[in-house]
């Protein structure tokens, strides 16, 4: 089952009502539809919780793509009383989680625009998150980034998506930052986040509409990850 993923065009809507499609063999719940972000990119799934007709309420605790055509699951809390297929029931994430996850995700963004070597890896958190840069012989300075971020952030820039097909993307191989995990590909288009002259690049996630949202962040500690790759941390600084 295809779930309709709503978070893709809105990534602010924070519940939707759905119909529960299945119950996969792990006790995984597949909905028609979904506001749940699954893990991937580095961004960690959704949590929250589905809430009957009755008022209960069935905790997620995260959301994950599942096999074949299972691209959102998610997945409840142990000993939950799952719901029936047919069920309609309302899916609703956990907002200050998901958003701290959106403000992260754009400000990782934002980093790479100032950091201009080639992506190795990636964590996003609700408290810290970080990138792993190739940086050959180059240095990087703590304080140079995080001025860097900040100029961006407080210039409010508008943050966008849109697609382009498989062969656009293979057409324009500088539009991939990640050096070590392709974008998603199968279904003839690719998603671009894109933030007018400051990054463009394939991304999945969850985003902020405008960089003034991401909030002050700080770089807390660049982390030696070989003779090439430097991991770059940031939090916020509030």
Not at 2 to 23: G, H, M
Not at 145 to 159: F, M, P, Q, R
Not at 189 to 207: F, S
Request: proline letters at 5%; aromatic letters at 4%.
């Amino acid at each position: 089952m295809i779930t309709e993923e709503l978070f893709r065009a809105d990534s602010y809507l924070k519940e939707c009502e759905a119909t529960v499609e299945s119950i996969n063999d792990k006790g995984g719940i597949v909905l028609d539809r979904s506001v749940f972000y699954p893990t991937g990119g580095g961004q960690p799934g959704d949590s929250g919780v589905l809430v009957r007709g009755d008022g209960t309420e069935i905790a997620i605790i995260t959301t994950v793509k599942g096999d074949g055509d299972e691209n959102v699951v998610h997945v409840p809390a142990e000993g939950s009383a799952l719901p029936a297929p047919g069920d309609t029931v309302t899916a609703r994430i956990d907002w200050d989680r998901r958003y701290k996850h959106m403000r992260m995700h754009t400000g990782l963004h934002l980093m790479c625009a100032v950091v201009p070597h080639g992506v190795t890896g990636g964590k996003i958190g609700a408290d810290k998150s970080s990138l792993d840069f190739d940086i050959g012989d180059a240095t990087l300075d703590k304080d140079a980034i995080t001025e860097g971020i900040n100029k961006l952030v407080a210039d409010d820039h508008t943050v966008g998506a849109r697609w382009i097909t498989d062969e656009e993307l293979d057409s324009n191989p500088d539009l991939v930052r990640t050096m070590s995990v392709s974008p998603p590909r199968g279904s003839g288009k690719v998603r671009l986040l894109d933030i007018p002259e400051v990054d463009l690049q394939p991304c999945g996630g969850t985003h902020l509409a405008q960089t003034g949202e991401v909030g002050r962040v700080r770089v807390s500690k660049i982390e030696n990850k070989g003779k090439r790759n430097r991991r770059v941390n940031i939090v916020f600084d509030e």
